[in-house]
């Protein structure tokens, strides 16, 4: 490993060096569309525009995070979830190579139209080259249910993840 | 009728927390609409497509 010095750019690390965080990926993206869900169904949340994606590991298309450097991930999700007759709860997944990682998940009888938010994060080792990530999510109730988004200055439902730690 | 209700409407005995353990639906947000990815229920039968279908399920 190699460590730079120089008088105008100050301590350069390599990128992922072990214990080193150097310039790791990083990425933060948001909905940039409302999307309509079945009740009981988990589904994955259509993050389609990055705010950031420093080393192109995020896919638009499929949704998904494929980080190039292995190590530790600090990874956060958030989704709104709203139903036009009943809404009975919602979960919030992140999914690792397809299958649920982690979650949360709150219980609230809400009367229809109003809105509510379920957030999940956790530390998360990834490989660094076919470990990905994606944010996935769920609603119970009754009429249109709906992952809500609002816009660019008011995320609502994000996805977003960086390198804490060298594998 | 969604899928869930659909699965209901087949076996009204199901409860909601069938939907958490033994049965699990999915939607990857490509295009191809929900499906069941899990079904370990051990009573009932994973219904085809085609009974989803004849029972009202709007793919």
């Known amino acids: 490993m190699t460590i730079l010095i120089d008088g105008t750019s100050g301590i350069t690390y390599p990128q992922g060096a072990t214990q080193i965080v150097g310039a790791g990926p990083a990425f933060s993206a948001y909905a940039s569309a409302s999307q309509t869900v079945t009740t009981a169904t988990q589904t994955k949340v259509a993050i389609d525009t990055e705010n950031f994606d420093t080393n192109s590991n995020f896919d638009t298309t499929n949704y998904r995070f494929t980080p190039t450097v292995a190590g ?6 958030s989704l709104r979830g709203t139903g036009t007759t009943t809404f009975t709860s919602i979960a919030g997944y992140i999914y690792k190579n397809g299958s649920p990682s982690k979650r949360a998940q709150i219980t609230a009888s809400l009367t229809a139209g109003n809105n509510t938010s379920i957030t999940v994060s956790d530390i998360i ?17 009754t009429g249109t249910l709906t992952f809500t988004s609002a ?3 008011d995320q609502t439902s994000y996805f977003s993840a960086c390198l804490l730690r060298g594998a | 009728m969604d899928i869930y209700q659909t699965i209901l409407a087949i076996y ?12 699990s639906l999915r939607n990857d947000s490509d295009g191809r609409g929900d499906y069941i990815e899990k ?8 219904p085809t497509e085609e009974q989803l279908i004849q029972a009202g399920w709007t793919k």
């Open chain 1, 151 to 153: 816009n660019s200055t």
């Open chain 1, 72 to 77: 530790y991930y600090q990874v956060n999700g």
């Open chain 1, 125 to 141: 080792y990834m490989n660094g080259s076919t470990d990905y990530l994606e944010l996935w999510g769920n609603i119970n109730g």
């Open chain 2, 39 to 46: 079904w370990d229920h051990p009573v009932h039968a994973e």
């Open chain 2, 12 to 23: 009204p005995d199901l409860q909601d927390s069938d939907f958490e353990t033994v049965i």
